[in-house]
């Protein structure tokens, strides 16, 4: 017997409050680019961080459309620019984003190919390899909107 599929990629799965900075700027880049184009994109990285990095942000993001433009499996569905929640698709683009950049590169891969055809997945790694190392250097630089909690002394 099957069940009903209710995993749609607009699922809420998480809220940007609880996104640290590089995974919270991956969703409002996806989400400007989506809803604006390349020049809300754009202006997006231009006000969040300093001109060369946004330029080199915003040039690893063409990248990045341009191969999944024409090799995408599926349109990414994404939620509206303001909205407080993020969705199933934005959360693995996220994810996918930060594997790339800052994690195994094998797993990166793995990831990418859930996203696009087999040719298109390397170049798409490494576009979102320089993605998120630019955007992970603006986030390192922004100042701390949320108060880390303290430590727990119980470990999980």
Known sequence: MKHARDLTGQMPVDQMAQLDGLNGLTVAALRAWNAGGALRAHALLCD???EPMALA????????TEVLGPHIRRPLRC???NCACVGLDEAAFARF???AALGDREDALLLG???VQPRA??????AAAR????LHRAALRAPQSRIPEPA????H
């Open 57 to 64: 942000a915003f040039e690893a993001l063409q990248d990045l």
């Open 79 to 81: 939620h509206a620019p």
């Open 97 to 99: 984003v930060q594997e």
């Open 113 to 115: 190919s859930i996203l």
């Open 152 to 155: 727990s002394a119980t470990r």
């Open 48 to 50: 969040r961080m300093a």
């Open 131 to 134: 993605l998120g190392l630019c």
């Open 121 to 126: 997945i390397l170049p798409l790694t490494d």
